[in-house]
């Protein structure tokens, strides 16, 4: 791995973790949908699918 | 909308719901990665990977299989590279059918069906194309191809420069760097993509290639299409080929590579190799911006009314009738314009003649299908 794919997806896990964070603490229902929308393809970045 | 209450539960319920998708989307993304098989024929001598001629590829998604057919007889040495472009099916489906058929007497031919091989493994950003298309075979069953894309994959190679400098000191656009077209020769340390073509030039050094035929494909509105593109160094050899297809009925345009577009096969093959150096086109529609919806079907049969439409106006450089120009169509072509080739190369340098038995003939795939040409899954 080299160290700027190694930061990139340190960057992307910080933000992972964010939305994750966020998304227990959300009041709305609909912000929480929204939310994982955006979440899944952090996922799919961060595990290095696509 | 209705406001409804997040709670953990719902964050819980939202998130399996995610980890569905993701399950289900990253299964898809990953099934690019799986090589459909070739089932080269029983003339083949000697698989080998790319790797072989430079060692940094191996284990990447760059190395690739080479498939090499020697003949019994001294002669001269062709390279067939299908996939230099995974999002132009005629290409590699063109140089998986001469693998899976011929039968070489005389000199050698190798052939590269997935030249670039991480580019099978996705798929164009915000085209829609399907991830796979299928050819039917005349006994029952199938044969399934991916539809991959121009560039290398991200995964395999990121992030791209802003301007890239290209081996042959050409700037182009920054993604261009994952465009194997463009990278020639290639870099022994640099980018992936550049390691690839780095390996191509070695392999056509080591194992002294005399010509190198690069299979591709065009959009039906690109004025390079059903042409042959050549070195100046094979201009004899491309004019005899398109005489000789001329004359069997088949239209195909000859141009010149230009001496200042540097990086791509038809031109660093030829200066830096000097080897003869010829890139094939055939129409795609599914390739094109005039398109409908991109389709498995579209790719087969190449039918599209819009193509059709824009093909009465006088907007295309090639006919493009309500019927389409099918993939059997296309491969047939690219095989009429290797044999062509061959053919011509024995004529003008006969100690550099290449003699190759159950050659798909023109009239037979366009008769019999595809599927007739390529063997059924072992």
């Not at chain 2, 098989?37 to 284990?59: N, Q, R």
């Not at chain 2, 050094?205 to 190198?212: A, K, P």
């Not at chain 2, 195909?252 to 003869?276: F, Q, T």
Request: aromatic content about 8%; proline content about 6%.
């Amino acid at each position: 791995m080299n160290a700027m794919r190694f930061i990139y997806q340190l960057i992307v896990l910080y933000l992972t973790a964010h939305f994750l964070w966020y998304l227990v603490r959300e009041k709305k229902a609909w912000a929480q949908a929204s939310t994982v929308m955006v979440l899944a393809l952090f996922l799919l970045r961060l595990f290095w699918i696509k | 909308m209705r406001e409804i209450k997040g709670t953990p539960l719902t964050a819980g319920i939202f998130l399996l719901l995610t980890a569905a998708a993701v399950f289900f989307a990253g299964r898809a993304y990953l099934s690019m990665h799986r090589d459909e098989p070739v089932y080269p024929s029983a003339g083949l001598t000697e698989i080998k990977a790319l790797s072989a001629y430079l060692p940094s590829l191996a284990g990447t998604h760059g190395d690739t299989g080479v498939y090499i057919f020697r003949g019994a007889e001294k002669g001269g040495t062709l390279l067939v590279l299908g996939g230099s472009h995974p999002n132009e099916p005629a290409g590699y489906v063109t140089a998986s059918v001469l693998a899976e058929n011929i039968r070489v007497l005389q000199g050698t031919v190798i052939i590269i069906p997935r030249a670039n091989h991480s580019g099978f493994s996705h798929s164009d950003p915000q085209e829609g194309n399907p991830q796979r298309f299928v050819i039917p075979l005349p006994g029952g069953g199938a044969r399934e191809f991916r539809l991959g894309s121009r560039l290398t994959n991200p995964i395999d190679q990121w992030p791209d420069p802003a301007v890239y400098i290209n081996p042959a000191g050409q700037e182009l656009s920054g993604n261009e760097v994952r465009n194997l077209n463009r990278c020639y020769p290639g870099r022994e340390k640099g980018y992936l993509t550049e390691r690839i073509a780095f390996a191509i030039m070695e392999l056509i050094g080591r194992e002294r290639v005399d010509i190198g035929l690069d299979l591709h494909e065009s959009a039906p509105e690109y004025p390079v299409i059903n042409a042959i593109v050549f070195h100046e160094n094979s201009s004899e050899l491309a004019a005899l080929a398109a005489l000789d297809l001329q004359a069997e009925g088949m239209e195909i345009r000859l141009e010149a590579s230009p001496v200042n577009l540097r990086g791509l096969s038809h031109r660093e093959w030829g200066d830096r190799a000097g080897i003869k150096a010829i890139l094939l086109e055939t129409p795609n529609a599914s390739h094109g911006r005039l398109k409908g919806q991109p389709s498995s079907s579209l790719i087969v049969d190449g039918k599209d009314k819009f193509y059709a439409r824009a093909s009465r106006l006088g907007r295309l450089f090639v006919p493009y009738g309500e019927e389409g120009i099918p993939l059997a169509q296309r491969v047939a072509r690219h095989l009429a314009a290797v044999e062509a080739i061959v053919r011509g190369l024995g004529d003008l340098e006969p100690a550099k003649a290449i003699a190759i038995e159950n050659f798909p003939p023109f009239a037979e795939v366009l008769e019999k299908g595809l599927g007739a040409f390529l063997r059924a899954a072992e």
